[in-house]
């Protein structure tokens, strides 16, 4: 066996150009510095905004990037979440309110932010006020009251109103000490793999691809290799996602007592896609690359 991987090895070794196409894929669908300095210039008004109302200053200092974002495995702008921390002083006004007082809560919030973003649509529903701009992107707040085990207490309106817990630091702190064990292996594939969900069209949200991803390269014989592995990474890891029980609905988060829940079909087009990689790595493998190419185009798009 270990000889077998060291021919193998010394093959991809050769054939640097995996490499090159993998990490030039990469480059063009990281996130772009001005697209991130619109999000931190957003992130940072509606901090401010908020709390100026809450606690009369202008400090950043009460908002957590959080989703996708906060774990940095996102590739896209359409939607940023943050949660913004209250004073405790407002738990203590809506949990004795009358009648609903979670969406009370987010009402009060939604008010805060009109007076900074007047003509702007701000929606305040089930746990989160959402902030929309007009070039398509949009910033979800949640409100949270901060807990003494650094957890975060967090309203929820649906069904008469009730409070919920969360706790985001933990997950990134996860994802972020799994990505150093991997030669920050796992956000990147978190990235592309999002790539692949949008070009086909998979009904799988970000934090399920997270979820697998951090299953699937905790035990992966390549887990620290280099761009030159990547072709294999893709088509294991489809491969990996083919073979999740169809009955399976339900998944525990990294880092957290967190469980999510996802009832929509990912593994057919995980096994189709899975199936254009074996083409694509065969092609490869006999010195066709330009049929290659096409192969994993169907998977990622164009800017393969």
């Not at 931190?40 to 100026?52: G, I």
């Not at 929606?123 to 807990?147: A, H, M, R």
Request: hydrophobic share 30%; net charge neutral.
């Amino acid at each position: 066996v270990l000889f077998d991987l060291e021919i193998i090895m010394d093959w991809r070794e050769s054939k640097m150009g995996i490499a090159e196409k993998f990490s030039d894929f990469y480059e063009k669908i990281k996130m772009s510095r001005e697209n991130m300095d619109i999000i931190s210039y957003r992130y940072n008004r509606l901090s401010k905004t908020l709390s100026e109302y809450f606690y009369g200053s202008s400090s950043t200092n009460y908002s957590l990037y959080v989703g996708s974002y906060g774990r940095d495995t996102e590739v896209y702008i359409s939607d940023i979440d943050m949660l913004f921390k209250l004073p405790y002083s407002k738990y203590k006004q809506y949990d004795g309110y009358y009648g609903n007082g979670q969406s009370a809560l987010l009402q009060e919030v939604k008010g805060a932010l009109l007076n900074t973003y007047p003509k702007t649509t701000i929606k305040g529903d089930g746990q989160i006020v959402s902030v929309y701009f007009t070039d398509g992107t949009y910033f979800e707040v949640l409100p949270v009251f901060k807990n003494t085990d650094e957890s975060f207490t967090y309203p929820d309106s649906n069904d008469g109103g009730k409070w919920k817990i969360t706790n985001p630091q933990t997950e990134q702190k996860a994802i972020q000490d799994m990505n150093n064990c991997t030669n920050k292996n796992l956000k990147k594939l978190c990235r592309i793999m999002r790539v692949w969900k949008e070009q086909n069209n998979v009904q799988i949200p970000g934090i399920l691809i997270d979820v697998l991803a951090y299953n699937f390269i905790k035990d992966y014989v390549y887990k620290d290799k280099s761009y030159l592995y990547y072709d294999l990474f893709t088509r294991d890891f489809l491969k990996f996602l083919s073979e999740v029980p169809m009955t399976q609905n339900k998944w525990l988060v990294m880092g957290s007592n967190r469980y999510i829940y996802h009832y929509l079909s990912f593994q057919s087009k995980a096994k189709d896609s899975y199936n254009i990689a074996v083409n694509a790595i065969d092609y490869e493998t006999r010195g066709f690359s330009y049929s290659s190419n096409q192969e994993w185009r169907k998977i990622y798009g164009s800017q393969f």
